[in-house]
């Protein structure tokens, strides 16, 4: 049984915002600060 903790919940939530931000991506386009926003929460720096 493996025990979710600080780490494992964030990496867990980076990797759910990096898949809604897939189609997110196609629907605001690259130039809207939405895009920015997501890729800085992922990733926890700019890209």
């Not at 898949?19 to 130039?31: C, E, H, N, R």
Request: charged fraction near 20%.
């Amino acid at each position: 049984m493996k025990v979710f903790g600080p780490a494992d919940t964030s990496f867990t939530l980076a990797m759910l915002i990096e898949k809604l931000y897939q189609p997110l991506s196609a629907l605001v386009g690259p130039s809207s600060p939405v895009s920015d926003v997501v890729l800085l929460d992922a990733d926890g720096k700019p890209e």
